[in-house]
């Protein structure tokens, strides 16, 4: 590509400070048309800070940001962004889950007329041509609130399409969604960017980037470290500028754990039934074995870890752990037995975020172990924490007293996995452990659940991660429909094969 090409988007020295924080610290950054490129960097880098500026939703301190030449002035605002072909799908999606998915594009995109007035009928033709030009299989009339995750994705991409933008941001819309839909976006975007359109990317999984990126630009404490081309990604390199020389080594070294042993059978799973299962599910784990659930979106693996964990009330079977019937309905009858959940939408559940690090460490839940003691040992518990802290590897590493909400998402995610870790659980229940996690908190989460299993925990894991899945589980089972399609052992398995197999196997239902 020439030099001369016009940028789409071009980022001058953008800085940003929230109170004392530095977001960003002058920052360069360029789109060209027809290009792909990745977005990268830890949780708390500065990328949603950097998106938000452009889209005029977080006022710049310092700094120019320039739209195919046109300078967008400071207090620029959404319709500026429209007006210059700048669409946007922030982290959150921004759709309203009661109006159906016509609407939600119609919000942004405009509604059909007809002489002048609304017309719904064109409004909800409008919508099926923009979810038709991304061969997304939604109706126009489906209720947004009742869509699935991946679907609601796809909604928000379809709404940015449609409003013929020139330019497209994506902030971590794949954290969530299992390998067969990243691929329908990737296809999505590799069609748009022919015609030149130009996208922004941000995501996590790095393995995403094979392929469909064209460059990528890594942030690290708001500084850009480096901007690198397809033919120049390597993943060492890659992860090197995102996390440091530092992070890197206490990655490979955390990835460098013997499996443990496979022992006798600890969990029975016997004709489990629930909501969104639709067939009796059973399976057995042995201990020291990590098993992991995986499939498309709505293939029933979450609704297993959220009845596993005591989130879901079962209709039926029973289970089983070393020898005693768990009372699955029941959480704090689960916590009395050992066991504990990590769910997977952490923003809702997982962590108290105005309590200190300390304070959620300790955080004992109706029939945990001194759940009930009123006085706390306060210096004991501040020295635990510390030992936790350094445990779990959370950083800052001085964090004991701050509280949850101001560490980056990936070490919140440290603190509230090491939460249900801390009393060494004879079961662990985690739903998608490190969704929108960043490459060095996702090495250690994964370090910490091994340890778990080693240490003689059964762990038990849902994920859309497929490449979590073939790296850290024993043996996986794809699900597919409400019940489990195939049972696969880790040797030899790749992220691809098990994308195969769960889409494979959902294509034969149809
Ligand atoms: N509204 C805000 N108020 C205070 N601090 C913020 C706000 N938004 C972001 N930050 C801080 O700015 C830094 C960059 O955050 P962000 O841009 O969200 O990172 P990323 O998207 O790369 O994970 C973080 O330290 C974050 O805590
Ligand atoms: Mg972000």
Not at 186 to 210: C, M
Not at 253 to 266: I, T
Not at 283 to 308: H, I, N, Q, W
Not at 332 to 339: P, T
């Amino acid at each position: 590509m020439s030099e001369a090409v016009t940028p789409l988007i071009e980022a001058r020295g953008v800085a940003k400070r929230f109170g004392g924080a530095v977001a960003l610290a002058g920052v360069d950054f360029e789109l060209r048309p027809g290009e792909i490129h990745a977005l990268l960097g830890e949780n708390g880098a500065g990328k949603s800070t950097l998106i938000k500026i452009m889209a005029g939703v977080v006022a710049r301190d310092a700094g120019e940001i320039r739209v195919s030449g046109r300078p967008l002035t400071a207090a620029h605002g959404a319709a500026e962004c429209a007006a210059a072909g700048l669409a946007f799908v922030h982290q959150d999606l921004g759709l309203v889950d009661h109006l159906d998915v016509a609407e939600n594009i119609a919000l942004v995109s405009g509604y059909g007329r007809r002489h002048g007035l609304i017309s719904y009928r064109s409004t909800e033709r409008m919508a099926a041509e923009a979810l038709a030009a991304l061969a997304i299989e939604i109706s126009p009339r489906a209720l947004v609130g009742e869509l699935e995750q991946d679907q609601k994705v796809m909604v928000a991409v379809a709404r940015a399409f449609a409003l013929d933008a020139r330019a497209i941001v994506l902030d971590e819309v794949s954290s969530s969604l299992p390998a067969p839909a990243v691929r329908r976006l990737a296809q999505a975007l590799t069609a748009a960017r022919g015609s030149g359109v130009g996208f922004v990317y941000v995501t996590h999984r790095l393995e995403e980037l094979y392929g469909l990126a064209d460059r990528a630009t890594i942030l690290r404490d708001g500084r850009r470290v480096a901007t690198v081309t397809a033919a120049e990604f390597d993943h060492d390199r890659i992860v090197e500028a995102i996390i440091g020389r530092q992070g890197l080594e206490e990655l490979q070294d955390a990835s460098r754990a013997a499996p443990p042993e496979r022992g006798s059978v600890r969990l029975r799973v016997r004709e489990l039934q629930g909501p969104g299962l639709h067939q009796p599910v059973s399976f057995d784990v042995a201990a020291g074995e990590t098993v992991a659930f995986c499939g498309l979106v709505g293939c029933g693996s979450r609704t297993l870890a959220g009845l596993l964990g005591g989130a879901v009330r079962p209709t039926g079977g029973a289970v089983e752990l070393d020898g005693r019937p768990l009372r699955l309905g029941d959480p704090s009858s689960l916590r009395r037995a050992g066991c504990t959940y990590v769910p997977g939408d952490r923003q809702a559940e997982g962590g108290v975020y105005s309590l200190t690090v300390r304070e959620n460490l300790f955080l004992r839940r109706r029939g945990e172990p001194g759940a009930r003691l009123r006085m706390r040992p306060q210096g004991r518990e501040r020295r635990v924490a510390e030992e936790l802290i350094e445990r779990f590897r959370v950083r800052p590493s001085s964090s004991a007293e701050a509280p949850l909400w101001t560490l980056s998402g990936g070490n919140q995610q440290k603190v509230i996995t090491g939460r249900a870790l801390r009393t060494g659980p004879r079961m662990i229940v985690v739903d998608d452990p490190t969704a929108g996690v960043d490459v060095g908190s996702r090495a250690q989460i994964h370090r910490t659940l091994r340890e778990a299993a080693a240490a003689g925990s059964v762990v038990i894991v849902s994920s859309s991660d497929y490449e979590e899945v073939v790296t850290q589980a024993d043996r996986i089972f794809v699900m597919n429909h409400g019940r489990i399609d195939a049972e696969l052992e880790r040797e030899g398995l790749t992220p691809e094969r098990l994308a195969q197999a769960s889409y494979g196997s959902s294509k034969e239902e149809a």
